[in-house]
């Protein structure tokens, strides 16, 4: 059974950084494309980064610069670093997983088979 299990979520001010993470279970790094989307209120769920499990990570336009994906294989967690937060950073994160060895776009949500609860980040001004 694979579930994937954010954390770290919080209200911050503008400017500030925030740490997100995400432990997994039942899924690997070098099997699965691991990505960070977000959803805003009223919004479409935006891609945020990945890493693809054949390697390469790609960032969203929106936060390049920003925010950092990184993991830590012994404790099967991948973490989001956020810096320089704004207020259209305000949304609720997931994590997500694809299923094992699949070849699809790392930005596209559909890549995706197995979501997080979400954990929600308010940035204010």
């Known amino acids: 059974q694979v579930q994937l299990v954010e954390s770290g979520g919080g209200l911050v001010p503008v400017g500030d950084s925030l740490r997100l993470s995400c432990t997994i279970s039942g899924v690997t790094f070098n099997s699965s494309t691991m990505g960070w989307f977000r959803q805003a209120p009223g919004k479409d769920r935006e891609f945020i980064v990945a890493?693809?499990?054949?390697?390469?990570?790609d960032y969203g336009d929106s936060v390049k610069g920003r925010f950092t994906m990184s993991r830590d294989e012994a404790k099967n967690t991948h973490y989001l670093e956020m810096n320089d937060l704004k207020p259209d950073d305000t949304a609720v994160y997931y994590c997500a997983a694809s299923s094992r060895f699949k070849w699809s776009p790392i930005a596209d949500r559909q890549t995706y088979d197995y979501w997080g609860q979400g954990t929600q980040v308010t940035v204010s001004s």
């Open positions: 890493t693809a499990w054949s390697g390469g990570t």
